[in-house]
Structure formats: structure tokens, C-alpha cells
């Protein structure tokens, strides 16, 4: 469902048209809104008094009366869920959605309003399967809407001012909140509940929504974009930890899993058994990517260890680079269906 919340209204017009009062103002710019859920949209429950999902998106376009000041608002509804329902199964639906609403010649841009647990997943996810060059900005908050110091108004105008800025079509899918515009493939949750929880480690951010204006001071320079594939595959993320026998990548293997993400110390190193079971994998053909558990630094094939990157590069394993593992796994959901060649793989995850 699509609603329109203008700043013009017809009386107005049918006044300024019977008193003959000169040009009329020029439209204000559109931007759409897309509501997806998560705790901006979430009150206090009153029997549990627990956040539970309560607000449309028009209740929170309604609550951010400065929006009207500088832009029409065209409101959708795709989904009110808590983020942690959000995946593969409403991701590529959600694509379609905001490229469908971009193709309007008069939006500026799309604010994507999302919960904060997979945001930067969603933003990742759309930063490499959109067509059009618009903005599209992903914004949530830590604090539901009962809070008396929510962050979901300030987060949903700052991101509006972001779309109307010089320069922002530039800059590929972002996360803005509190403030700091981070790129999609660089960023993270980096807090359970500090409203300063998005950050992008080493890349450092792209700028920031200031009281005055948007500065921007950078842009990712790794982006990429890739086909909507028709289906998802089935891409498990499995961990390694302190005497993994490797029997969940073993599992992964043997019931359908079409590639394995494993989550791997340092440099991207295992144990000798997680090693045994990520070559039993690859044997069997199905792909592994190497992702690193460590926030900042990149996941190489240095150490000649069995279990060592070194000897995982041998046994035809991925490496993500600076991908966070969830981040790794979105990247191979959409490239799996085109290709399962280690090679072509290893390209797409270094560019």
C-alpha cells in the first residue's frame, strides 16, 4: 500500500489561483519511504511492556512533522516485522519493491526504515542488487517510539536531508543514523542498545548528516552490482570455535547446503578437524568462503598450518577479504546461481 503525505494543500491552491497570486510555488521534492518493521517502528506493549511492532510508516512520517517543510513524502508498506525476520525469503521481493518506487521520474530517492539486528545485512543486500543510481538510505533506531528519547525522528529526517543533498546519488546504498552516513558494504552493528552502534571500522564513514548541512567526505570505492538472481540458494554460515570437530560443516554438506560460509579465526584459520571436513566439503563441490570473526583486517591464505589459511586456499577454499561473515554470505547468495567456479568466485569477492 502507497500513500502520499503532501505539504501543499487544495485549499491553498484554490486560493492562490482565485487571488490571482502569481506563479504557484514550485513542488517540493518526493521521496519515498519504505517501511519494513524493527524497533522504530515498535511501542511498549501494555500487558508485557516489552516493544512489540505497533507504527505504520505513516504513523512514523506523521510523528517527523519537518518533513513536510522540505519534501513530499510517498509512504509504502512492505512489510512491520522485527528485523530478525527479515532474509532471503523477503530480501529479493524488497529489491523489486525499491527499484519499482525509484523508477518514478519525480522520488529522489528512497528511505528504507528497517530494524537495526539485520540492517546492515538489508543495506548490503540492496547496495549490490539495485538498478537504479538513486540514494537509498537505510535508517532504524535503539530506542522504540514509547522511549521519551526515541532516535527513529531524528534518523528519519536526517536521512531525508541526506537524499536531498549534492552529491548523494553518489553514493550508493548508506546507513545514516545518529547522524554518520556509512557505507553498505562497510558497515556493522557494533552495539547492542548505544544509539552510536553503526560503524565501519577501518573504511571510517562517508560523512555525516550536520545541523546546517550533509558533508560528504568520501565514497566506497568496492561497490559492485550484481543480477537479482530468481531463487536464493541455501548458503549456511557455520563458526569455528575453540575444538570444533567440523561435524557442522559436515552436516551443512550432506543436507543441502549449496555453499558454506565458515566463520574462522585471525587471518582466516581453523582447527586440523574443521580443515579435514571444509575439504570433504569442497570435494563434494560444494563451495566454502572463509570469512574472518575479527572486526577490523581481512581474511588471507597466510599460515601453512593444516587448518592454516594457506592450506585451506589449497584445498579450494573462498577467501571473503574484509566481508564480515553475514556479509560474505549475502555475496555468495547472489552469486551462487550464476557460477560455483572458485575461481569466478575469488573475482567477485576481491573486487
Do not use: C
Request: charged share 20%; net charge neutral.
Amino acid at each position: 500500500m502507497t500513500k502520499t503525505i503532501g505539504n501543499l494543500t487544495a485549499f491553498g491552491l484554490m486560493a492562490a489561483a482565485t487571488l490571482g497570486a502569481g506563479p504557484a510555488a514550485a513542488e517540493p521534492p518526493k521521496i519515498a519511504v519504505v517501511a519494513t518493521g524493527g524497533t522504530i517502528a515498535m511501542k511498549l506493549d501494555p500487558q508485557t511492556h516489552a516493544p512489540v511492532p505497533a507504527l505504520s510508516g505513516e504513523d512514523l512520517v506523521s510523528a517527523v512533522p519537518k518533513l513536510k517543510d522540505i519534501a513530499t513524502i510517498q509512504v509504502t508498506e512492505f512489510s512491520n516485522v522485527p528485523s530478525d525476520y527479515m532474509g532471503p525469503d523477503r530480501w529479493p521481493a524488497l529489491a523489486r519493491r525499491i527499484d519499482a518506487i525509484l523508477a518514478d521520474p519525480e522520488i529522489r530517492g528512497a528511505i528504507v526504515l528497517h530494524g537495526t539486528d539485520t540492517l546492515d545485512q538489508t543495506a548490503y543486500f540492496l547496495d549490490l542488487t539495485l538498478t537504479s543510481p538513486k540514494p537509498v538510505v537505510l535508517v532504524g533506531a535503539q530506542r522504540n517510539a514509547s522511549d521519551p528519547d526515541a532516535d527513529g525522528p531524528r534518523n528519519l529526517l536526517n536521512a531525508a536531508r541526506q537524499i536531498l543533498a549534492e552529491g548523494a546519488a553518489e553514493m550508493g546504498v548508506t546507513v545514516t543514523l545518529n547522524h554518520r552516513i556509512n557505507a553498505a558494504r562497510e558497515v556493522r552493528k557494533t552495539h547492542t542498545s548505544n544509539v552510536e552502534t553503526f560503524d565501519s571500522g577501518d573504511a571510517g564513514i562517508l560523512g555525516y548528516v550536520d545541523e546546517d548541512r550533509v558533508v560528504f567526505s568520501r565514497k566506497s570505492l568496492r561497490r559492485q552490482t550484481l543480477p537479482l538472481p530468481e531463487r536464493m540458494p541455501r548458503v549456511d554460515l557455520v563458526s569455528m570455535y575453540a575444538g570444533a570437530d567440523g561435524s557442522q560443516v559436515r552436516h551443512a554438506a550432506q543436507t543441502g547446503a549449496e555453499a558454506i560460509v565458515v566463520e574462522a579465526y585471525g587471518w582466516g584459520n581453523v582447527n586440523a578437524e574443521m580443515h579435514d571436513a571444509i575439504s570433504e566439503a569442497i570435494a563434494k563441490g560444494v563451495p566454502v568462503i572463509v570469512a574472518t570473526k575479527v572486526y577490523d583486517g581481512r581474511a588471507l591464505p597466510v599460515y601453512g598450518f593444516k587448518g592454516g589459511g594457506s592450506t585451506l586456499r589449497k584445498a579450494g577454499a573462498v577467501f571473503a577479504g574484509d566481508l564480515t561473515p553475514d556479509k560474505a554470505r549475502i555475496l555468495t547468495l547472489i552469486a551462487l546461481p550464476t557460477t560455483k567456479d572458485r575461481a569466478a568466485l575469488q573475482a567477485l569477492f576481491d573486487r
